[in-house]
């Protein structure tokens, strides 16, 4: 057994090179070939059979042992809110104080040690940790210096065979530059064959954690069309918005690649939704560049991209697009005779891919790539039920949490906390949320009853942040948003907006209080509940208590949805966006106006939004190009945004019906919806429980409904209720 921390003993080391390039550290040692039992040993060429490499880098990491790679993973370790610093340039007051962590990584090392001499060598790169030219949230940068750990145990031994201890030495390798939002620079022509001593280093006051969440990996390849020349550089498509890096194949020279997500009307690149308006520390534009200098094959090691298009100066051979982010398995199918909703699905699932990395679900994967709470909370439950992405999602929470002030409770915009703007409700209130959807979705008790204590604080940060029942302010000097990219000029009150995610993260907290056995809290949140929604009825109801806010941009829907306005108003809402045709809601708005759309007998409506193609609709974006979901209705922006597709889940929830009652899919129901003008939909989603698959198609004056259950479940379909079994049923209404 190894021990409880593997790198105790273990010294933290790096090198006096410029942070910008990435050093390569070696580490030469030998193995005695009777170090190790002989049943411990291969038969064939005696190498060692058992031996585990426990390594971390800041920033970001690669290891080879005896120029054998020992993993496919990218970025590592995973982001984190790696050690403390000072937060004097920053956009945003943060007062707070969080808990710290680094992870780190165990790989199999066995089968590439062989007895007498071995090299160790790890390439470091800024990632995160030193990341100093985007600047637009502040200064965010952790350290100056890049700087590894590692211990190397072979057999079962208790006491590492090596561990770092400063007797390695280090070489400039040939990435001259690596900035994560800008791009890499590798030179060939400069070598660097003289090693120079390490620098030992002090231990950072972190928490040292085994790493959990799902790693980046080069998931599939795309090779990219070329268009055509604009002023010198070559013009290639990748066919749809990805993140990655480009490889390219080139003879002696430089060439320069620059990315983009949408051309301008002259066939060059625009890099106006990607971070153009950003100005780094440097002086220069935020624009992804990477440049190459020398013979043969090279790609970025420490960055990647957001872009469909990218440009070329100077030659090349050959260029491949490899599309990298978290390894999260697509777990869900759909399909329908309705174009919106294909694309919604198909571009959502994109999009959001697209924005995992290092466990961190992000706004955009090019110009900011934080992991906003609001965006993150609003796809949360789409993701756990599309995606593959429990552990993901269990690394995300524990981000939140370990962001959360210790002594007030505030949770951060941003989880790790890099900065960002938001508000109390829609971004502050995934404490709550996304926990919540963890648990009803694999029905683990034991996450949300470690975050309770967090929550509650949570609570209780935002009574303080009361006025006369309502939300209205969150940090001095910092942002209180409400909703977030309406149509129009955002006009629902954020005390409003706020108020209402107060209440419907307080219901939820009930739910999980009933089920980890802390009833004792859930009559406190009832009467904090209470107050709220008189709170609200009193600001912002009209005389009739029908409308609330005058029902602009959905402000009827949150009403409806937390209880407060009943079917009178639904029926209200639903008639207003039936003549309206489109959305002019915020990404949150939108999300529970669909919502509240189902939920009251108002499909038809819900389908008409979703299959619109005007102004303020998904296919608005597909008609001008897109193949991920825009940050804005109106294309303004990032053009590779998951927040407003996460209604993406109301395809399977509502149309397809595949529901439960309690948490874990103890008790799943089958509940479908066929809207008028619909009369095909198809799909399937995995489950703790197995997959559930379900197909409806009209046939005149009849529906046919095929369902695949892995488990007892029930079928509801308008006033008929048909008990299921495991298998696959056909049902003719």
């Not at 040292?208 to 599939?220: A, N, S, W």
């Not at 409806?696 to 048909?722: F, N, Q, S, W």
Request: charged residues 20%; contains cysteine; aromatic residues 12%.
């Amino acid at each position: 057994m190894y021990p409880k921390n593997p790198l105790v003993g273990s010294r933290w080391i790096g090198t006096d090179a410029a942070p910008a390039s990435c050093p390569v550290i070696k580490r030469h040692f030998v193995l005695l070939p009777d170090s190790l039992p002989a049943d411990r040993r291969s038969a064939d060429n005696g190498s060692f059979i058992d031996a585990d490499l426990f390594i971390t880098g800041l920033g970001y990491f690669s290891v080879t042992l005896n120029g054998h790679a020992l993993t496919d993973d990218r970025f590592q370790p995973n982001v984190t809110d790696y050690e403390k610093r000072e937060f004097t340039k920053i956009t945003y007051p943060c007062r707070d104080s969080f808990r710290h962590r680094i992870y780190y990584c165990r790989y199999p090392a066995g089968g590439f040690l062989v007895p007498g001499e071995n090299v160790l060598e790890i390439t470091l790169g800024g990632g995160w940790y030193h990341q100093t030219e985007r600047v637009a949230e502040g200064e965010m940068s952790y350290g100056d210096t890049l700087k590894t750990v590692f211990a190397l145990y072979i057999g079962r031994n208790e006491i590492p065979a090596i561990v770092s201890d400063g007797s390695e030495t280090w070489t400039a390798g040939e990435i001259v530059y690596s900035n994560l939002f800008i791009g890499e620079c590798h030179d060939r022509t400069k070598t660097d064959t003289v090693p120079k001593p390490v620098t030992v280093l002090p231990t950072p006051d972190s928490m040292l954690t085994e790493q959990i969440g799902i790693p980046d990996r080069v998931i599939r390849r795309i090779l990219p069309r070329k268009l055509h020349t604009v002023d010198g550089r070559v013009v290639y498509d990748a066919g749809e918005n990805i993140s990655g890096v480009v490889r390219v194949t080139k003879p002696d020279g430089c060439a320069v690649l620059r990315f983009a997500e949408n051309l301008r009307a002259d066939g060059s690149l625009d890099f106006g939704s990607t971070g153009w308006n950003y100005t780094c520390s440097s002086g220069k534009k935020q624009i992804m560049t990477d440049t190459f200098v020398g013979m043969g094959t090279f790609e970025p090691q420490f960055v990647w991209h957001g872009f469909r298009y990218f440009d070329v100066e100077g030659d090349i051979d050959m260029a491949e697009v490899l599309v990298i982010h978290s390894d999260t398995p697509v777990t869900s199918r759909f399909s329908s005779d309705n174009e919106g909703l294909n694309f919604l699905y198909d571009a959502w699932i994109r999009t959001q891919l697209d924005n995992m990395h290092g466990s961190i679900p992000s706004d955009c994967p090019h110009r900011e790539r934080l992991g906003y709470t609001g965006d993150g909370q609003n796809c949360a439950e789409a993701a756990m039920m599309l995606l593959d992405t429990r552990e993901f999602y269990r690394k995300w929470i524990r981000d939140i949490f370990d962001s959360q002030d210790k002594a007030r409770g505030h949770i951060q915009h941003t989880a790790p906390f890099q900065g960002g703007g938001g508000g109390p409700g829609g971004w502050g209130c995934a404490a709550v949320i996304v926990p919540y959807h963890f648990w009803k979705q694999y029905g683990e008790t034991a996450l949300i009853r470690e975050y309770y204590d967090g929550m509650r604080q949570w609570v209780t940060y935002l009574e303080n942040s009361m006025e006369n029942g309502l939300v209205v302010r969150e940090e001095d000097g910092g942002w209180c948003l409400g909703d977030w990219c309406t149509l129009g000029k955002c006009e629902i009150p954020e005390p409003f907006v706020n108020t209402y995610f107060f209440v419907r993260s307080l219901r939820m907290l009930m739910e999980i209080a009933e089920a980890i056995g802390k009833t004792e809290d859930i009559c406190a949140y009832r009467t904090l509940d209470r107050t709220m929604c008189d709170a609200l009825i009193a600001a912002y109801a009209d005389e009739t208590g029908t409308h609330f806010c005058g029902g602009i941009q959905g402000a009827d829907a949150y009403a409806v949805d937390i209880g407060i306005a009943g079917a009178q108003t639904a029926e209200l809402l639903a008639e207003n966006y039936d003549r309206m045709g489109h959305f002019d809601t915020g990404f949150l708005g939108t999300d529970i106006l669909l919502r509240v759309l189902f939920e009251t007998g108002h499909a038809d409506t819900a389908y008409r939004l979703l299959s619109a193609e005007e102004r303020g609709s998904f296919l608005y974006m597909k008609r001008h190009g897109a193949t991920t979901i825009w940050e804005s209705w109106d294309g303004g922006g990032s053009h590779n945004h998951p927040m407003f597709g996460g209604c993406a889940r109301f395809l399977f929830s509502y149309l397809l019906g595949i529901g439960q009652k309690t948490a874990g899919w103890e008790m799943p129901v089958i509940k479908p919806i066929l809207p008028n003008g619909l009369d095909f939909i198809r799909g399937s989603m995995e489950t703790v429980r197995g997959t559930f698959s379900v197909s409806l198609e009209r046939h005149r004056e009849t529906m046919h409904i095929t369902v695949t259950t892995p488990c007892d479940a029930e079928l509801v379909y308008g006033d008929k209720t048909v008990p299921l079994y495991a298998g696959t049923v056909t049902v003719i209404l």
